[in-house]
């Protein structure tokens, strides 16, 4: 049951990540400008999003996301895991979430605190995929709208791994939701959500 616990960290490692593209190696990165508060544009908020992910801001994390992604996340993690610690609770499965000890604690959050306790669990079980977030620096390339709703930005994202930097292009995708712009989970990320949602019940994938 252990293993499962860290092979749900390492998948969940990549839910957190934004989807990316080719990569390619740099010598050096610029760092990201500081997070501006309560930000408004899609492309500050963007910014905003990879800057409290680079500093370990969960709960601005959470509040920046799609409150209807959150949603879906919650509902597809929080049955399995109240299912798996119920029948085994000396496996562990709370650690994914940071500073839940409980079931009941689990369950009384609101998606945006469920999504800061999951990213915060997360990173204390990947010391790898923390360093990677810490050393993430962001440029905006430009944006894509689809609908009067949802908005595409492209982004140049640079990180550190094992002493190297890798550049990516990524798009990160927001969604218009009562006037306020939110960060969306992408289909890979929820495809990811349900593997972790597999790997908790022990069924096959």
Known sequence: MMTRLFTAALLAAALITPATGAAKKEPKATPASKVTPAPARPEEIVQAYVGSLRAGRYDEVGRLLDVEGCKRLQSQLVPVIKESHTANPEAGLLKLFDGIETVEGLEKLSPEEFVAAFFGGVTKLNSVFKETLTSMTAKVIGTVPEGDGVLHVVCRITNSNAGMNITKVSVISLKKNGGKWGVMLSSEIEN?????????????K
Do not use: K, N, W
């Not at 990811?192 to 096959?204: D, I, S």
């Open 192 to 204: 990811m959500a349900e593997q972790v949602r597999r790997v908790l019940a022990g069924t096959p």
